[in-house]
């Protein structure tokens, strides 16, 4: 079996993000970029059906910031090879039906199997890249899996339902998953074992062109949070800090008596 991994940057959400000076994305100058934590999830899966049955695993990702340490990353913990697609802006940010378009454009390429990719990221707006790649490759998929068991020409997948159920069915292969989970935590790639797989492994490189436009959502802008009040800081002792803030819920209607 041959799985396709698909994987991207985003900026990192702990960092304080601001808005750009066309108000269209956020500023990529002084931002830290990391890896998608469901793409990771995605990695982790593929990982543990090679351990299970021995599959070959291909890592691709477009050129963006700090993408390499990514990929070198996923070589480190078991992937076989790795692949930068190369010809989009990476500094911008890259809507999900033109990074389907691209994806599709090396994958369609490629004998594959299965196709795994994150079930959404935090910039995507929709969360729909497994379904357009889907479409473009002409195979099933399935989204929000959160388990998946090869039956040789076929999985048995889980996702996850509304209400806390989950679904059952069966996908022939080839397809495209979009995890939302894996089914144990993803495994961890020391330093020094992403250094060796930079010394021993390497990233391969194509370029990517896109002869016509991808029709898409367009961002006309962007606001960061509005400021809602103040926090309120009491000092003394419990007694006294108590008092005021039943005095204040008193004074807003939120108590009585």
Do not use: C
Request: proline content about 3%; cysteine-free; charged content about 25%.
């Amino acid at each position: 079996m041959h799985i396709v991994v698909a994987m991207r940057q985003l900026a990192d959400l702990v960092e304080e993000l601001e808005v750009d000076g066309q108000g269209t994305d956020i500023d990529r100058d002084f931002v830290k970029f990391v890896s998608n934590e469901w793409d990771e999830a995605a990695l982790e899966e593929a990982l543990t059906i090679k351990d299970e049955s021995g599959a070959a695993i291909t890592v691709v990702a477009l050129d963006e910031p700090d993408v390499d340490q990514t990929l070198y990353a996923a070589l480190a913990k078991g992937a076989d090879r790795a692949v930068k697609l190369t010809g989009n802006d990476p500094f911008s940010w890259i809507r999900t039906r033109e990074r389907a378009q691209r994806l599709a454009s090396f994958i369609a390429q490629e004998t594959f199997d299965l196709v795994l990719t994150g079930v959404q990221a935090a910039d995507d707006l929709d969360g729909q890249l497994a379904g357009v790649l889907g479409s473009l490759l002409d195979v099933p998929h399935a989204a929000v899996v959160v388990g998946v068991e090869s039956t040789g020409s076929s999985l048995r997948i889980a996702q996850e339902l509304g209400g806390g159920l989950v679904g059952v069915s069966e996908l022939q292969l080839p397809s495209v998953l979009g995890i939302q989970a894996a089914r144990q935590a993803p495994r961890y790639a020391s330093i020094t074992r992403i250094r060796q797989a930079m010394q021993t492994q390497k990233i391969e490189e194509q370029e990517v062109t896109l002869d016509t436009p991808v029709t898409q959502v367009k961002v006309r802008r962007l606001y960061p949070p509005e400021k809602q009040g103040s926090a309120t800081m009491f000092n003394g002792s419990a007694k006294d800090v108590a008092a005021e803030i039943v005095a204040i819920l008193r004074s807003k209607g939120l108590v009585q008596a």
